[in-house]
């Protein structure tokens, strides 16, 4: 548990790391996490069904969760004079769901969540793209391999059973993180959180997952048809896990090269050139792996190979030569900028409380994470990406526009 | 400290400690030039301050017929090129103080923010007096830009909730001014020439009554002396009369089906004429559509969603303009379950017009939206939208200050009378984006007209 006390506006956050996400599934059984984070605003044995989103809401709150491949978090920022509120709420949820659990509700919010991956893949223009490029990216029985969401057929396969061997195998204390931000007084807020989640016991030691040896894809490439009107493509290259010197090499370098209109493939593939209409880049924080995407739109009349082989150029570039210090200072400034607004909400806070907590035991690292990017140059950043952004360790996803009358 | 072994009453929700009162945060407004006033807000929750030139009474609504999207386009080209400095180098300069810029139209003011580090407000405040006062819009630019935006209109057609909301908006208001696309189309811009935007910028951006905001962790007399040295140069033009938009005509109940063959899903928008923003009956609105769809627990979410899952969410919203805007609600639902949605939701209007709410709905509602009240002000560009607001709409220093208690004013007669009077049935739009075949026979009571992505009549196969 984490708490730190800010008192500057009457709010506190509270927030919830589970240290489970898509990750602990297997195969056959992909969205499980996702689904059950679901299950987790359905009541549980003291709260009735949506009543975790009516008090919150009724006390002036917001709140939501959400399951990402390592974790599944729970959230709520109330005004200051309802922690308690939240304390309930969650404690109730993790210690005594299943009294609440039917099949009922299993079967009206698999069809919520069938519906939910038709918004936000299926019924989305290059939706199928992310999927298709993990897949290519991290071989059978990598964790990492399947969406977060899950395939729709095991999403409709999900029983009572497996969500209640979740609940069971995943969702308790030794295995969460509790963060409290915000209005309270750090001694009553330990012995309040004391009192609600101190009785629930401790579960099984979580099972450890197994990791499939990571071949490289060899530049793995797949060619997507869609309902598109612009050519798209996805790259992307499997990295050292969030928390190595890589990663942080990784996120600066995907920074400067794309982030403002003065990065360099903005200004040479968007404004001089014009073969591509925007061009972005991330890394992303997981934990047994990082994934490195780099992603590029074509303009209506270039052809995709050649907005390829432009990305190709400027890869080579960034192994070969050093980038600028300009170039790093800029990327660096606005990362710091970026940074410090993420830090403005008592509930983004807690959320990177328990993020530290979760990966490191290290809370305080939230500190320190901004100085990170200080003792990174040229030189860091052009042996990452000789090293780490090479074509063998790289799978790529072409999407074009379906041809006419398919 | 002892951990406590107190047992704890699970059974009821436990009770609240007394509140602490929160007040919206202090601002102050001066004249910084002729017709520019500056509202500054010093918040220091961190060391960021948000920095806006916002001109109210432009925007899209002045787009002239034929040239949708003028407004758009001439905010994009703002920082494209100024006396002083060239597109990149306007883009180098704000990124290496680790700064973000943008310019953009809304369909009541164009505004030009820049968020930044405290320690660059300086540098950050010449540079958003330069873009702001010396934009040139280079002929090259506007060739760039306008090739962007066509790029963006064909993205658009692949976007099934974009298709929707315009489709809407086009139904709603027909040839009316919040019925033309605000990034425009192919052929309007196509037509816009640099002599077009040069106008759109003289008489609708660079004139009297434009408010600078100043928000973050700043000193407010040091601020207002750079702010006057960066803005001297200011020569603006008089604004235009005020415009008056006037609702259109509505229409009886009807739907449109936007015909994607292959949708793996149905985007719903349903909605008609709502009403202006400064319009004495808004809170009340505002109260009635928190229930109404406004948030997860409001009786559309509820039901689409809980009750019958057909859909991940479904909301509903009254848009806040000058004129009277679309109420709409928005869902995406399984395609086989469209034609029962549309049905639950026209029964739920027809229920809120047909009772009082619960007493306990109303307190829930009243509480929450007081909730995203204070929530909203965390942020600097959270209490810049709130000042904005009163700029844009022309309301009184002291609503901010009055709005707990406007909120709370709402009964449950009010809200009754609200539901009455600005919730139609049986003059909504309905628009259903996905396969035709599957939504006609779904649509058929109301005699859907079918339509493909580009807005051309299709004939049923």
Same mark, same amino acid.
């Given at each position: 548990?984490?708490?730190?006390?800010?008192?500057?506006?009457? $709010?506190? &956050?509270?927030?919830?790391?589970?240290?489970?996400?898509?990750?602990?599934?297997?195969?056959? !059984?992909?969205?499980?996490?996702?689904?059950?984070?679901?299950?987790?605003?359905?009541?549980?044995?003291?709260?009735?069904?949506?009543?975790?989103?009516?008090?919150?809401?009724?006390?002036? +709150?917001?709140?939501?969760?959400?399951?990402? #491949?390592?974790?599944?978090?729970?959230?709520?920022?109330?005004?200051?004079?309802?922690?308690? *509120?939240?304390?309930?709420?969650?404690?109730?949820?993790?210690?005594?769901?299943?009294? &609440?659990?039917?099949?009922?509700?299993?079967?009206?919010?698999?069809?919520?969540?069938?519906?939910?991956?038709?918004?936000?893949?299926?019924?989305?223009?290059?939706?199928?793209?992310?999927?298709?490029?993990?897949?290519?990216?991290?071989?059978?029985?990598?964790?990492?391999?399947?969406?977060?969401? +899950?395939?729709?057929?095991?999403?409709?396969?999900?029983?009572?059973?497996?969500?209640?061997?979740?609940?069971?195998?995943?969702?308790?204390?030794?295995?969460?993180?509790?963060?409290?931000?915000?209005?309270?007084?750090?001694?009553?807020?330990?012995?309040?959180?004391?009192?609600?989640?101190?009785?629930?016991?401790?579960?099984?030691?979580?099972?450890?997952?197994?990791?499939?040896?990571? &071949?490289?894809?060899?530049?793995?490439?797949?060619?997507?048809?869609?309902?598109?009107?612009?050519?798209?493509?996805? $790259?992307?290259?499997? *990295?050292?896990?969030?928390?190595?010197?890589?990663? #942080?090499?990784?996120?600066?370098?995907?920074?400067?090269?794309?982030?403002?209109?003065?990065?360099?493939?903005?200004?040479?593939?968007?404004?001089?050139?014009?073969?591509?209409?925007?061009?972005?880049?991330?890394?992303?924080?997981?934990?047994?792996?990082?994934?490195? $995407?780099?992603?590029?739109?074509?303009?209506?009349?270039?052809?995709?190979?050649?907005?390829?082989?432009?990305?190709?150029?400027?890869?080579?570039?960034?192994?070969?030569?050093?980038?600028?210090?300009?170039?790093?200072?800029?990327?660096?400034?606005?990362?710091?900028?970026?940074?410090?607004?993420?830090?403005?909400?008592?509930?983004?806070?807690?959320? *990177?409380?328990?993020?530290?907590?979760?990966?490191?035991?290290?809370?305080?690292?939230?500190?320190?994470?901004?100085? !990170?990017?200080?003792?990174?140059?040229?030189?860091?950043?052009?042996? *990452?990406?000789?090293?780490?952004?090479?074509?063998?360790?790289?799978?790529?996803?072409?999407?074009?526009?379906?041809?006419?009358?398919? | 400290?002892?951990?406590?072994?107190?047992?704890?009453?699970?059974?009821?929700?436990?009770?609240?400690?007394?509140?602490?009162?929160?007040?919206?945060?202090?601002?102050?407004?001066?004249?910084?030039?002729?017709? =520019?006033?500056?509202?500054?807000?010093?918040?220091?929750?961190?060391?960021?301050?948000?920095?806006?030139?916002?001109?109210?009474?432009?925007?899209?609504?002045?787009?002239?017929?034929?040239?949708?999207?003028?407004?758009?386009?001439?905010?994009?080209?703002?920082?494209?090129?100024?006396?002083?400095?060239?597109?990149?180098?306007?883009?180098?300069?704000?990124?290496?103080?680790?700064?973000?810029?943008?310019?953009?139209?809304?369909?009541?003011?164009?505004?030009?923010?820049?968020?930044?580090?405290?320690?660059?407000?300086?540098?950050?405040?010449?540079?958003?007096?330069?873009?702001?006062?010396?934009?040139?819009?280079?002929?090259?630019?506007?060739?760039?830009?306008?090739?962007?935006?066509?790029?963006?209109?064909?993205?658009?057609?692949?976007?099934?909730?974009?298709?929707?909301?315009?489709?809407?908006?086009?139904?709603?208001?027909?040839?009316?001014?919040?019925?033309?696309?605000?990034?425009?189309?192919?052929?309007?811009?196509?037509?816009?020439?640099?002599?077009?935007?040069?106008?759109?910028?003289?008489?609708?951006?660079?004139?009297?009554?434009?408010?600078? =905001?100043?928000?973050?962790?700043?000193?407010?007399?040091?601020?207002?002396?750079?702010?006057?040295?960066?803005?001297?140069?200011?020569?603006?033009?008089?604004?235009?009369?005020?415009?008056?938009?006037?609702?259109?005509?509505?229409?009886?109940?009807?739907?449109?089906?936007?015909?994607?063959?292959?949708?793996?899903?149905?985007?719903?928008?349903?909605?008609?004429?709502?009403?202006?923003?400064?319009?004495?009956?808004?809170?009340?609105?505002?109260?009635?559509?928190?229930?109404?769809?406004?948030?997860?627990?409001?009786?559309?979410?509820?039901?689409?969603?809980?009750?019958?899952?057909?859909?991940?969410?479904?909301?509903?919203?009254?848009?806040?303009?000058?004129?009277?805007?679309?109420?709409?609600?928005?869902?995406?639902?399984?395609?086989?379950?469209?034609?029962?949605?549309?049905?639950?939701?026209?029964?739920?209007?027809?229920?809120?017009?047909?009772?009082?709410?619960?007493?306990?709905?109303?307190?829930?509602?009243?509480?929450? =939206?007081?909730?995203?009240?204070?929530?909203?002000?965390?942020?600097?560009?959270?209490?810049?939208?709130?000042?904005?607001?009163?700029?844009?709409?022309?309301?009184?220093?002291?609503?901010?200050?009055?709005?707990?208690?406007?909120?709370?004013?709402?009964?449950?007669?009010?809200?009754?009378?609200?539901?009455?009077?600005?919730?139609?049935?049986?003059?909504?739009?309905?628009?259903?984006?996905?396969?035709?075949?599957?939504?006609?026979?779904? =649509?058929?009571?109301?005699?859907?007209?079918?339509?493909?992505?580009?807005?051309?009549?299709?004939?049923?196969?």
């Amino acid at each position: 548990m984490v708490i730190h006390p800010d008192p500057s506006l009457p $709010l506190v &956050a509270v927030n919830l790391w589970y240290h489970v996400g898509s990750k602990n599934e297997r195969q056959g !059984r992909t969205g499980l996490a996702h689904l059950f984070e679901h299950m987790l605003f359905q009541g549980s044995e003291h709260v009735a069904a949506n009543d975790h989103f009516r008090y919150v809401q009724q006390a002036g +709150g917001v709140l939501n969760g959400s399951t990402w #491949y390592d974790r599944t978090n729970y959230y709520e920022t109330l005004p200051s004079n309802h922690l308690r *509120l939240g304390l309930w709420l969650e404690s109730d949820r993790m210690g005594f769901l299943l009294p &609440a659990l039917t099949p009922e509700k299993l079967e009206n919010q698999r069809e919520v969540v069938m519906n939910e991956r038709r918004q936000r893949v299926d019924n989305q223009p290059y939706g199928r793209a992310m999927e298709r490029l993990h897949e290519l990216l991290y071989p059978e029985g990598h964790p990492y391999r399947w969406p977060v969401i +899950g395939y729709m057929d095991d999403i409709a396969a999900a029983s009572l059973d497996d969500v209640e061997t979740f609940f069971r195998t995943f969702y308790a204390p030794n295995n969460a993180v509790l963060s409290l931000v915000g209005d309270l007084d750090p001694e009553v807020a330990m012995e309040e959180a004391e009192a609600w989640f101190g009785e629930l016991p401790a579960g099984p030691p979580v099972p450890e997952v197994q990791v499939a040896s990571a &071949a490289l894809p060899g530049d793995a490439r797949e060619v997507l048809e869609d309902n598109v009107n612009l050519a798209r493509l996805y $790259l992307a290259w499997s *990295l050292p896990r969030f928390g190595h010197e890589d990663w #942080y090499a990784a996120d600066l370098l995907s920074r400067v090269l794309t982030e403002g209109r003065s990065s360099p493939l903005y200004q040479d593939l968007v404004y001089r050139r014009q073969i591509a209409r925007d061009v972005s880049s991330f890394v992303f924080p997981t934990e047994l792996a990082s994934t490195f $995407l780099l992603v590029a739109t074509a303009r209506p009349e270039t052809d995709p190979a050649a907005l390829l082989q432009a990305l190709d150029e400027h890869l080579v570039r960034a192994a070969s030569e050093e980038l600028p210090p300009d170039d790093i200072e800029r990327a660096r400034n606005r990362l710091l900028t970026g940074w410090y607004s993420d830090l403005q909400t008592v509930g983004r806070r807690a959320d *990177l409380l328990s993020q530290m907590t979760t990966f490191f035991d290290q809370p305080e690292r939230i500190a320190t994470e901004a100085d !990170r990017y200080r003792q990174l140059g040229g030189p860091e950043l052009r042996s *990452l990406a000789r090293r780490l952004l090479t074509r063998d360790r790289r799978a790529v996803v072409t999407v074009l526009p379906r041809r006419r009358g398919q | 400290m002892s951990p406590r072994r107190t047992r704890v009453d699970r059974t009821r929700p436990p009770a609240a400690t007394p509140p602490r009162e929160f007040r919206f945060p202090p601002f102050y407004r001066c004249g910084i030039a002729p017709g =520019l006033d500056a509202v500054i807000a010093p918040n220091g929750r961190g060391p960021l301050v948000n920095l806006q030139f916002l001109v109210p009474g432009g925007g899209a609504q002045r787009d002239e017929e034929g040239l949708s999207g003028l407004a758009t386009l001439t905010a994009s080209l703002l920082d494209r090129g100024t006396e002083q400095r060239g597109a990149l180098e306007i883009a180098a300069d704000v990124e290496r103080l680790g700064a973000y810029l943008g310019a953009s139209a809304g369909w009541d003011a164009t505004a030009i923010s820049l968020a930044v580090l405290s320690d660059y407000v300086p540098a950050a405040l010449e540079l958003l007096a330069d873009v702001a006062l010396g934009a040139v819009f280079p002929e090259p630019e506007l060739e760039r830009v306008r090739k962007e935006r066509l790029a963006d209109l064909l993205r658009r057609r692949d976007q099934p909730s974009a298709l929707a909301e315009e489709q809407l908006a086009r139904s709603i208001y027909g040839d009316g001014i919040y019925g033309r696309p605000i990034l425009g189309d192919e052929t309007s811009v196509e037509r816009v020439t640099r002599e077009a935007v040069r106008n759109f910028y003289r008489r609708h951006v660079a004139v009297s009554g434009a408010t600078l =905001l100043v928000v973050g962790d700043v000193d407010p007399d040091a601020i207002v002396d750079k702010a006057r040295q960066a803005f001297a140069g200011w020569r603006p033009s008089e604004p235009e009369p005020v415009l008056r938009i006037e609702a259109p005509a509505s229409r009886s109940l009807r739907a449109v089906v936007v015909d994607r063959p292959h949708a793996a899903q149905t985007e719903l928008r349903l909605g008609h004429v709502g009403i202006p923003r400064r319009h004495p009956d808004f809170p009340a609105v505002t109260v009635m559509n928190s229930i109404l769809g406004g948030k997860f627990t409001s009786r559309i979410n509820l039901n689409l969603r809980e009750r019958n899952g057909y859909t991940y969410g479904a909301n509903s919203r009254f848009a806040r303009r000058t004129g009277p805007g679309p109420f709409r609600i928005a869902t995406a639902v399984a395609t086989e379950n469209a034609g029962d949605a549309v049905r639950e939701v026209i029964g739920e209007l027809r229920r809120l017009r047909a009772e009082p709410v619960e007493v306990e709905e109303l307190e829930d509602a009243r509480s929450y =939206l007081l909730g995203l009240f204070l929530y909203g002000v965390q942020t600097v560009e959270g209490v810049a939208g709130r000042l904005e607001d009163l700029a844009v709409f022309s309301l009184p220093d002291d609503h901010l200050e009055r709005y707990p208690e406007e909120i709370l004013s709402v009964d449950r007669d009010s809200l009754l009378e609200a539901a009455r009077s600005y919730l139609d049935p049986d003059r909504l739009t309905i628009v259903a984006v996905g396969p035709g075949d599957m939504l006609e026979p779904q =649509l058929a009571e109301w005699s859907p007209a079918r339509i493909d992505p580009g807005g051309e009549p299709v004939a049923p196969a």
